[in-house]
């Protein structure tokens, strides 16, 4: 059995339809590329994932363990969510750093307010040692992405690549089974790109579970061990990245990949 | 009449004017809080029920809102109030004159105050950008984390300016309470004025204790906002 399977996926808002029926599976370590036109469902397939939307009808299995059965967890309660979130780590297409907090209270604070939990519930964790411990952590991490002395600076003192960076290290702090990126370079100038999408490729060198929404062609056919092509809400396609894009089958495929192509080409 | 003797009248008029600012503050800031969650809650009749309430509030002079607090009771009864009671009770348990009216007075500031901040709040906690919430929900935060951790310092940032507008009216509108009697800045003042022999420049004289009061408020406001200007959106 794959590490994540999703059976099914079903959603809709009101009267838009906007998943209708998406089945898919990860394995261990794989990056798995989600592309597709605007509104194909993409992100709302991600969101669904990390529990931030709840889909209509499915199955989600990681790792052997049912996380979410739609039958079942139609009035899940928030709390339990929580839990199931934890399974996941999302990058944003927005960075969602909190201005308030310095780079280094970015990455530490769930981390640490985690850790104040686990004290209340079990006097014999150490607070002062779990802290020193996540502290050199955020550093580990820190140093991965190249923002070492950036440690005490505000996310607006950063540009949007060094913010992008900052937020896959804060998702990277909690450990997650599965790392999301949400069209991670979208909102970014072409020239930031390639240093988030660098971070994102060392990622995958240490064998980390990770699945991309994204428009960058050329990264998502380098990077993927697999590739998925949404179209108005099914998968139209998937496949080994160099099937996908070298010999797209369907229709919809190959006039999406001609369309990108044109555009490249302006 | 000594500028002295008049000064110290006038200053215990002041006592109860910050009296009724500080009480009116304390309690209305968490009330309007309270309420800014209601106008934004998910059930649509209590939505709109807080809806039509703040309307009425805010669309009728705050003084007529302490009349009615004041003298409907009364009216509503036969002619026998209740504030004569809480009266007594001051007086007897801790020798304050005019409870009664003062406690109106309280009432009145506090609920059409914190209806103004309701709508302040509401405003500043939504316009923090929904990604702010969801980067917290999939960090594992609780709800109560998200908004203590997340978003209530962002919301304090962008509060501050209209806050301290209502702030500052409000110092200023404790001196309706002299409407029922209260002996507030502006009446100690008038009783000059209606004194034998009249004495009216206390009358003019009582804005320098606002305008010091303001003052000061104003320094405090610069400061907060100073503080937290360390970090841009």
């Known amino acids: 059995m794959a590490y994540l399977e999703i059976k099914d996926f079903r959603k809709t808002f009101g009267n838009n339809n906007v998943l209708k029926g998406i089945s898919l599976s990860v394995e261990k370590g794989e990056v798995l590329s989600i592309i597709g036109s605007s509104g194909s469902g993409k992100t709302t397939l991600l969101r669904c994932m990390n529990f931030l939307e709840t889909p209509d009808t499915g199955v989600m299995i990681l790792d052997g363990e049912t996380l979410f059965d739609a039958e079942k967890d139609k009035k899940i309660k928030e709390n339990a969510l929580r839990e199931k979130r934890l399974n996941f780590g999302l990058v944003f297409q927005s960075f969602n750093l909190f201005p308030q907090y310095s780079v280094m209270d970015n990455i530490t604070l769930a981390p640490l307010l985690q850790l104040k939990e686990r004290c209340k519930k079990d006097k014999t964790v150490n607070f002062a040692e779990g802290k020193q411990k996540i502290l050199a952590e955020a550093e580990q991490l820190l140093e991965k992405i190249g923002l070492t002395e950036k440690a005490a600076e505000y996310p607006y003192q950063l540009s949007g690549g060094q913010q992008q960076r900052v937020a896959i290290a804060r998702a990277l702090a909690l450990k997650p089974k599965i790392l999301c990126f949400d069209e991670p370079t979208s909102a970014l100038d072409p020239e930031l790109t390639g240093e988030v999408l660098k971070v994102i490729r060392s990622l995958k060198g240490e064998d980390r579970t990770m699945i991309i929404v994204t428009h960058e062609m050329g990264f998502a056919k380098n990077v993927s061990d697999k590739v998925v092509f949404m179209a108005q809400g099914v998968i139209e396609e998937e496949g080994a990245p160099k099937d996908v894009f070298d010999n797209p089958k369907s229709e919809k495929l190959k006039a999406f990949l001609s369309g990108i192509k044109d555009k490249e080409g302006e | ?233």
């Not at chain 2, 009425?56 to 109030?81: D, E, K």
Request: glycine content about 8%; proline content about 4%; overall charge positive.
């Open chain 2, 1 to 233: 009449m000594s500028f002295l003797q008049i000064n110290e009248t006038l200053l215990r008029g002041f006592g109860l004017t910050c009296l009724i600012f500080i009480i009116t503050l304390a309690v209305a800031i968490p009330l309007g809080l309270i309420l800014s969650f209601g106008i934004m809650s998910k059930i649509s009749p209590l939505r709109k029920i807080l809806n039509v309430f703040i309307w009425i509030i805010r669309g009728i002079p705050l003084m007529l809102q302490i009349f009615m607090v004041y003298y409907l009771p009364g009216i509503l009864n036969n002619g026998v109030s209740f504030w004569g009671d809480v009266d007594k009770y001051f007086y007897f348990n801790y020798g304050i004159e005019n409870g009664g009216a003062l406690l109106a007075v309280l009432i009145s500031f506090i609920i059409n105050y914190a209806c103004y901040f309701a709508v302040i709040f509401r405003g500043g906690i939504q316009s923090v950008s929904r990604g702010q919430t969801e980067a917290g929900m999939v960090l594992g935060l609780t709800k109560k984390q998200i908004f203590r951790k997340v978003i209530l310092f962002q919301v304090i940032k962008k509060i501050t300016p209209p806050m301290s507008n209502e702030i500052i009216t409000l110092v200023k509108d404790t001196a309706l309470a002299n409407a029922i009697g209260i002996v507030e800045t502006i009446r100690a003042a008038q009783n000059f004025a209606s004194g034998f022999p009249p004495v009216i420049w206390p009358i003019f004289y009582s804005g320098v204790f606002y305008l010091l009061f303001v003052g000061f408020l104003t320094v405090l406001f610069n400061f907060l906002e100073k503080k937290l200007s360390f970090y841009k959106e």
